[in-house]
């Protein structure tokens, strides 16, 4: 989610909060945050930041190394990629194939940290780059790189590298894909959807970009020092991200077929990263709420059966959808209003807890 919308939840959520009953006693709050934050178990959230980032680079590492390979390929056929798929047809397709399965792969090892890595402040730059930054057509909310290939190209602001690698591995950007060829992999006389010809100059760059990328992740990671604030404010800033997720699923491919204005979202479902993000910060408020609990243990314990409700809802409709239901516009636009409506209101029990203990949510 774009970093200034993040912010601008944040402030509306601590409004609503502050409509609740005020602290009398300021001092004795921020002595029993201190208290509580032994209880809270930090350390089991920076390990699932920790065991997540280790997959993403895992992963972008086998992206990086088929997608070098496949340039090697194409840089062999002086980038005929016509005869290429002619003469090589199976090692492209085992290529392509490899590849995708490999970003299918990566995508949950994020999604499921997604909640820490932009809920942080001092992480939050990193999902900009790799997930939810936008091209230079939006610059408010832009990504700040270019990426360069090998022939000399640049590409500005293109976008954040999930996009990237996905809409030229699926064929879903004419920009980032081979000029010119049907991409017939199977060799059947027909081209479905999934069959893709990546430019190969442009796709061994992004890969290149996104594995360096997710190696500072994990460094960054590594020097992350967690406290109560950062784990609070993760969780008010991201649990009510609904609407923005289920409009883009309203958008994309799994509802809107070929008239989709998303371009990426098509190797998964939005839906499944809806479930992996909740998911991540059901974890993080499972670590966090014998802190919360100094403040009211009832409203802690309801709030943590609502957040895991809020992630079972997903979770259902992602299962529902896999298993063939055909959602349409309208139900994404009904949903996602009664998803919101649920992260809000728990995001705004969370942010009146971190009053009531005297910590101060980040912005």
């Known amino acids: 989610m774009p970093r200034t919308a993040l912010l601008a ?37 920076k390990e699932y930041l920790l065991e997540h980032a280790d997959r993403l680079v895992a992963e972008t590492e086998s992206l ?6 496949y340039h090697a390929l194409a840089e062999r056929y002086d980038f005929d990629y016509a005869r290429m798929l002619a003469d090589d047809r199976e090692q492209v397709t085992q290529l392509i194939d490899r590849m995708q399965r490999t970003f299918q792969a990566a995508n949950p090892a994020y999604e499921e940290m997604e909640g820490v890595v932009a809920g942080v402040p001092a992480l939050a730059d990193y999902d900009v780059q790799i997930d939810a930054g936008a091209d230079g057509s939006d610059p408010e909310n832009a990504v700040a790189f270019t ?18 690698a996905e809409t030229s591995l699926w064929g879903t950007e004419e920009r980032f ?35 360096a990328t997710a190696q500072d992740l994990r460094e960054d990671a590594e020097a992350w020092e967690p406290n109560e604030a950062d784990a609070l404010t993760a969780l008010v800033v991201m649990t009510p991200t609904m609407s923005e997720y289920f409009a883009a699923w309203k958008n994309s491919r799994a509802i809107a077929g070929e008239d989709a204005t998303e371009s990426g979202f098509v190797a998964a479902s939005r839906l499944q990263d809806i479930a992996d993000i909740l998911g991540g910060l059901v974890l993080v408020y499972d670590n966090v709420r014998p802190l919360i609990a100094q403040a009211d243990e009832a409203q802690a314990q309801q709030t943590g ?59």
Do not use: M, W, Y
């Open 64 to 69: 990086q190394r088929d997608a070098e390979a």
């Open 305 to 363: 059966r609502s957040l895991q409700e809020l992630h079972d809802f997903a979770a259902r409709l992602r299962d529902e959808e896999a298993d063939g239901k055909r959602f349409t516009a309208q139900d994404a636009d009904t949903l996602g209003s009664e998803a919101q409506d649920r992260a809000e209101a728990i995001a705004g029990q969370i942010t009146q807890a971190a009053e009531q203990l005297g910590i101060e949510l980040q912005a």
């Open 147 to 164: 990426i360069e290939t090998p022939a000399g190209r640049t590409f500005e602001q293109p976008g954040n590298f999930f996009f990237l």
């Open 9 to 45: 939840l944040l402030a509306c959520v601590a409004l609503v909060a502050g409509c609740g009953g005020e602290d009398d006693d300021g001092a004795t709050s921020a002595a029993t945050a201190t208290t509580a934050a032994a209880e809270a178990d930090l350390g089991a959230i």
């Open 177 to 211: 894909v081979a000029e010119g060829v049907e991409p017939d992999l199977d060799g059947d006389g027909e081209v479905t959807f999934g069959e893709a010809l990546p430019d190969a100059d442009f796709l061994v760059a992004v890969a290149r970009d996104f594995h």
